[in-house]
């Protein structure tokens, strides 16, 4: 059977975890002594990453089966349709605690370890109390955040490669690897460093400007969503921006550095000042996910596409919406801006490019010719070419001014998820779906190198040439 869409295909990893233990101190003491007190429960520390990690994906604020919100504390307390789901200073009768304890939940997996069960129970008996700076803030956002888990040391397979970019000075291409971001030699495919410590897969990898930074989008889906920052020369974790419930796909960085924009499967999009990492806005008008970003020459706009069938543009220093494009009717997965600030592409499962102003929201031209979803978008920063990665194998240049192919970049043997332009050393690089990352020349279309961005994969060349056999199907 023929694999969906990205969208679809997303890897869920159902997951049950035994989170930190509670926390009882006991003293040495006599066998007869009277039985030493314990501390209470944390809510944040012991009992919500229990509940984020196993029950957040089917009682969230978009899909509350039972209606039955654990988005926050306080959506938690409402209950759901059975009535108080939590009953302060009673868990055994409280509902929560009895699902959980008979095995009803979760629905769809693993019956919680006896231990986990008995510890929220506790924290009900204790009182139910919430140790948090608010209880309207997403849990996702509070619960200490553990160390994300290391990422194999040789891969048995490849993993799809759902982000590239390359440094501004072109001599590393970042890729999304699993729990991990890679980086590259784009000249011979050796690998330089791997940065880990990042969520289960990376849908946004930019540079900063001056390349001293690099900004990833990754997450777990339907578990964690995050946005991190990193050194660039030794891979360290330099700003921890944000945890969600949910993942984040895109990240940018503003033309002059200053701020870095993200948006995720929460439907915002967040601007923060890099300096500080202090949040400047949160802009919450798409209605489904934000897939792509892209600023603006001069920086004071900001274009989105979404899974809501639209594209946006906000100004980024009141958040405002400018403007609505709706042309594509289909989920829109790629923007870019052109360098005069003029015109957005956009482009998505309806197959095609469409250009359009960012004052009115009127269509420029459609260019057509994908047989498949665009899924990656590049414009080219003297705006003279558009650069697409599509589920048809192939990637594509056009010419921005009539629309007019210029040629194709042929040789993927599975769909193309990720484009990286870099305009000084005048290399392409592509990522498919089968792991493969591939170099080009954008002056005359020639192949530079390919390689598979999973350190220490070593192909079986009988798996290999079957696996390009059902590929070509």
Same mark, same amino acid.
């Given at each position: 059977?023929?694999?969906?869409?990205?969208?679809?295909? *997303?890897?869920?990893?159902?997951?049950?975890?035994?989170?930190?233990?509670?926390?009882?101190?006991?003293?040495?003491?006599?066998?007869?002594?009277?039985?030493?007190?314990?501390?209470?429960?944390?809510?944040?520390?012991? $009992?919500?990453?229990?509940?984020?990690?196993?029950?957040?994906?089917?009682?969230? &604020?978009?899909?509350?089966?039972?209606?039955?919100?654990?988005?926050?504390?306080?959506?938690?307390?409402?209950?759901?349709?059975?009535?108080?789901?939590?009953?302060?200073?009673?868990?055994?009768?409280?509902?929560?605690?009895?699902?959980?304890?008979?095995?009803?939940?979760?629905?769809?997996?693993?019956?919680?370890?006896?231990?986990?069960?008995?510890?929220?129970?506790?924290?009900?008996?204790?009182?139910?109390?919430?140790?948090?700076?608010?209880?309207?803030?997403?849990?996702?956002?509070?619960?200490?955040?553990?160390?994300?888990?290391?990422?194999?040391?040789?891969?048995?397979?490849?993993?799809?490669?759902?982000?590239?970019?390359?440094?501004?000075?072109?001599?590393?291409?970042?890729?999304?690897?699993? #729990?991990?971001?890679?980086?590259?030699?784009?000249?011979?495919?050796?690998?330089?460093?791997?940065?880990?410590?990042?969520?289960?897969?990376?849908?946004?990898?930019?540079?900063?400007?001056?390349?001293?930074?690099?900004?990833?989008?990754?997450?777990?889906?339907?578990?964690?969503?995050?946005?991190?920052?990193?050194?660039?020369?030794?891979?360290?974790? $330099?700003?921890?921006?944000?945890?969600?419930?949910?993942?984040?796909? &895109?990240?940018?960085?503003?033309?002059?550095?200053?701020?870095?924009?993200?948006?995720?499967?929460?439907?915002?999009?967040? *601007?923060?000042?890099?300096?500080?990492?202090?949040?400047?806005?949160?802009?919450?008008? #798409?209605?489904?996910?934000?897939?792509?970003?892209?600023?603006?020459?001069?920086?004071?706009?900001?274009?989105?596409?979404?899974?809501?069938?639209?594209?946006?543009?906000?100004?980024?220093?009141?958040?405002?919406? $400018?403007?609505?494009?709706?042309?594509?009717?289909?989920?829109?997965?790629?923007?870019?801006?052109?360098?005069?600030?003029?015109?957005?592409?956009?482009?998505?499962?309806?197959?095609?490019?469409?250009?359009?102003?960012?004052?009115?929201?009127?269509?420029?031209?459609? *260019?057509?010719? #994908?047989?498949?979803?665009?899924?990656?978008?590049?414009?080219?920063?003297?705006?003279?070419?558009?650069?697409?990665?599509?589920?048809?194998?192939?990637?594509?240049?056009?010419?921005?001014?009539?629309?007019?192919?210029?040629?194709?970049?042929?040789? #993927?043997?599975?769909?193309?998820?990720?484009?990286?332009?870099?305009?000084?050393?005048?290399?392409?690089?592509?990522?498919?779906?089968?792991?493969?990352?591939?170099?080009?020349?954008?002056?005359?279309?020639?192949?530079?190198?390919?390689?598979? &961005?999973?350190?220490?994969?070593?192909?079986?060349?009988? $798996?290999?040439?079957?696996?390009?056999?059902?590929?070509?199907?």
């Amino acid at each position: 059977m023929r694999k969906q869409p990205m969208l679809l295909m *997303i890897p869920v990893v159902s997951v049950l975890v035994l989170a930190g233990l509670g926390r009882p101190v006991l003293a040495d003491e006599p066998a007869d002594a009277p039985e030493a007190k314990t501390d209470e429960l944390s809510f944040l520390k012991d $009992v919500a990453p229990i509940l984020t990690k196993n029950c957040l994906a089917c009682h969230n &604020a978009k899909d509350a089966k039972g209606r039955f919100d654990l988005t926050t504390f306080e959506s938690l307390m409402k209950g759901g349709e059975q009535g108080d789901t939590v009953l302060p200073g009673d868990g055994e009768l409280s509902n929560l605690a009895l699902v959980l304890a008979d095995g009803t939940m979760p629905k769809d997996g693993e019956p919680l370890p006896k231990e986990q069960v008995d510890r929220i129970a506790r924290w009900i008996d204790e009182g139910a109390k919430f140790d948090g700076p608010s209880p309207t803030v997403a849990l996702a956002t509070l619960i200490p955040r553990e160390p994300q888990p290391a990422p194999p040391e040789s891969y048995r397979v490849p993993i799809a490669i759902t982000a590239l970019a390359f440094s501004p000075d072109g001599t590393q291409l970042a890729a999304a690897g699993y #729990h991990e971001v890679t980086l590259w030699n784009p000249n011979d495919g050796a690998l330089v460093r791997r940065i880990t410590n990042v969520a289960e897969r990376t849908y946004g990898i930019a540079f900063s400007p001056d390349g001293k930074l690099m900004a990833t989008a990754s997450g777990t889906p339907a578990e964690l969503g995050e946005v991190k920052v990193w050194n660039t020369q030794d891979g360290a974790l $330099v700003k921890d921006l944000l945890a969600t419930s949910d993942t984040e796909f &895109a990240v940018a960085f503003s033309p002059d550095g200053k701020y870095l924009a993200a948006g995720g499967a929460d439907r915002a999009i967040r *601007i923060w000042e890099v300096e500080s990492g202090v949040e400047k806005i949160v802009v919450e008008d #798409h209605a489904d996910w934000v897939m792509a970003l892209a600023w603006s020459p001069d920086g004071a706009q900001l274009a989105s596409a979404s899974r809501d069938k639209t594209s946006k543009v906000f100004n980024t220093d009141s958040g405002d919406s $400018v403007v609505t494009f709706p042309g594509h009717g289909e989920p829109v997965f790629a923007v870019g801006f052109s360098q005069d600030g003029k015109l957005v592409a956009t482009a998505g499962r309806d197959k095609q490019v469409r250009l359009w102003d960012p004052v009115e929201a009127k269509q420029a031209r459609a *260019i057509a010719g #994908h047989g498949a979803d665009i899924y990656a978008l590049v414009y080219a920063p003297d705006g003279a070419s558009l650069y697409t990665g599509s589920a048809d194998k192939t990637v594509r240049q056009f010419n921005a001014g009539d629309g007019k192919q210029v040629r194709s970049f042929e040789g #993927h043997a599975d769909w193309v998820y990720s484009v990286a332009l870099n305009p000084a050393t005048k290399r392409l690089a592509t990522g498919s779906w089968d792991g493969e990352v591939r170099v080009w020349n954008v002056e005359d279309g020639a192949a530079l190198t390919s390689f598979i &961005a999973a350190p220490g994969y070593k192909a079986d060349a009988a $798996v290999t040439a079957q696996a390009a056999t059902e590929s070509s199907k």
